[in-house]
């Protein structure tokens, strides 16, 4: 029967020996503390030995960290107040770093991402910030990535997902927006009326040299008529041609067809 006094120092070291292995997935790393001090690569992935209490592991997963930041009360350049919130891509690059830089790389991301939403939302307009969000989420991104980036982290993408309007400032930006159709409407209708004229006015010259055009038109306006299968026929009559009427009407009445002040002048 073997000794017990061999047996149990082998089965002590085989249970310590279990317990120093470590697995790391593909996106952990394991950065290593001995006897205090850091190693200079972080562990991993695959199967790593921790020889504890001489070692210590800590953690970093590498995946992509998706944060929203609470709503933030922040106040335009033009003096409007909105609620505007926000969420953050971001990931460890070093996670060395990431554990010696900060206390909690989270934390500071989640704290840092909020003063920086107010901030910089702060220096821009309301009519810039409802209309151009692509270039705020790029500069957002561009000051957080400069105070994340010596803790190991970079910040991938920032979305301004919201902005909570006042009432009275949603009634002030329909009555704006209504206003300015209005504009554009009348704009338009006074540009299309400006081309009719001025077609008409090329009409006009045309038929000026050519008298029969006029016939032509009578002609095809009866025609579009008789189309309709209308019992009454209307005949187009030129304006110039009452004056004339109205000379033969007088004339035949003995009356002299000319004004009273010729009359005084002969």
Not at 30 to 52: D, E, H, N, T
Not at 225 to 241: A, H, L, S, Y
């Given at each position: 029967m073997p000794d017990l006094?061999?047996?149990?120092?082998?089965?002590?070291?085989?249970?310590?020996?279990?317990?120093?292995?470590?697995?790391?997935?593909?996106?952990?790393?394991?950065?290593?503390?001995?006897?205090?001090?850091?190693?200079?690569?972080?562990?991993?992935?695959?199967?790593?030995?921790?020889?504890?209490?001489?070692?210590?592991?800590?953690?970093?997963?590498?995946?992509?960290?998706?944060?929203?930041?609470?709503?933030?009360?922040?106040?335009?350049?033009?003096?409007?107040?909105?609620?505007?919130?926000?969420?953050?891509?971001?990931?460890?690059?070093?996670?060395t770093k990431a554990v010696l830089e900060v206390t909690n790389f989270l934390y500071a991301t989640s704290q840092v991402s909020q003063t920086t939403l107010r901030s910089a939302l702060g220096e821009v307009e309301l009519d810039e910030l409802l209309s151009q969000r692509e270039k705020l989420n790029l500069r957002l991104q561009t000051v957080l990535d400069q105070h994340t980036g010596p803790w190991g982290v970079k910040v991938t993408v920032v979305e301004v997902k919201q902005v909570d309007l006042p009432e009275q400032m949603i009634r002030a930006i329909g009555r704006q927006a209504e206003a300015e159709r209005e504009r554009r409407a009348k704009i338009i209708h006074a540009e299309g009326e400006f081309s009719a004229a001025a077609k008409l006015v090329e009409a006009a010259t045309l038929m000026a040299k050519e008298p029969v055009t006029i016939q032509l038109r009578y002609l095809q306006t009866l025609t579009e008529?008789?189309?309709?299968?209308?019992?009454?026929?209307?005949?187009?009559?030129?304006?110039?041609?009452f004056p004339g009427i109205q000379r033969l009407i007088t004339k035949a009445a003995g009356e002299d067809p000319q004004p009273p002040a010729a009359k005084q002048g002969t």
């Open positions: 006094t061999i047996l149990l120092p082998i089965l002590i070291i085989a249970i310590y020996l279990l317990s120093s292995i470590k697995i790391l997935a593909e996106y952990e790393r394991g950065v290593i503390f001995r006897l205090g001090r850091v190693l200079s690569q972080p562990k991993g992935p695959g199967v790593i030995l921790v020889f504890a209490p001489i070692d210590r592991i800590v953690r970093i997963s590498l995946r992509i960290e998706a944060m929203e930041v609470p709503p933030q009360d922040v106040v335009t350049r033009d003096n409007v107040t909105v609620k505007v919130n926000a969420v953050v891509y971001f990931r460890v690059v070093d996670p008529i008789g189309v309709e299968k209308n019992t009454t026929v209307i005949f187009p009559v030129p304006v110039d041609f």
